[in-house]
């Protein structure tokens, strides 16, 4: 296919078109809006877009804890506190896991979701093991408290599986889930906490 070139209209100096010219290289577009709501489908071929406000796809963290190595503590602590970890990060500069403080850095306001599933060993029977989505200065700073989950865990042989979700508007800011108990609560290989922009 031969090489195509866009046209555009040429304006004389009274703003009345005049005729029709390629563009060429330092030719500019000026921004419009369009209104689309009369169309019946649009296509878009575009790496990114923003729709919004909320970056398009929207952005997204995860991190798995990858080895039984971390707290086993009735202190509270942060999920991942002291593992190791793997994360998987479709925009940094969004959303983005702390693997020192054990949080997410959020860099937008917006509607996000948040979802610890986790796999937990108690040190005693029963033992109340209580969840939390918090918005966090860091461990043992300022929180702000979304979502708790008290759950009994009435063995301490076997591993249990434990899960929290909040879906809520954010600021700004450093958001986890924080895990304390009766007696020690140790997370396992395996566990995972998602942050993802919703809106």
Request: glycine content about 8%; proline content about 5%; overall charge negative.
């Amino acid at each position: 296919m031969a090489d195509v070139k866009p046209l555009k209209l040429e304006y004389d100096g009274d703003g009345t078109p005049s005729g029709i010219g390629e563009f060429q290289s330092g030719d500019t577009v000026a921004q419009a809006d369009l209104n689309i709501t009369s169309l019946n489908s649009l296509t878009v071929n575009a790496s990114t877009i923003t729709v919004s406000s909320c970056p398009v796809p929207p952005p997204w963290s995860f991190v798995e804890v990858t080895s039984d190595d971390g707290e086993n503590t009735a202190d509270a602590y942060y999920f991942a506190s002291g593992s190791s970890q793997s994360t998987t990060e479709i925009d940094a500069t969004h959303i983005t896991w702390n693997s020192t403080e054990s949080y997410f850095t959020i860099a937008n306001a917006g509607y996000y979701e948040f979802e610890m599933q986790g796999s937990i060993t108690v040190g005693a029977s029963p033992t109340t093991v209580t969840t939390s989505i918090v918005q966090t200065t860091g461990l043992g700073g300022s929180e702000t408290e979304k979502i708790d989950k008290p759950q009994i865990v009435r063995t301490n042989i076997d591993p249990h599986d434990i899960m929290i979700k909040w879906v809520g508007y954010c600021i700004a800011a450093n958001f986890t889930c924080k895990l304390e108990g009766t007696a020690n609560v140790k997370m396992n290989k395996g566990s995972t906490f998602t942050c993802k922009r919703i809106n």
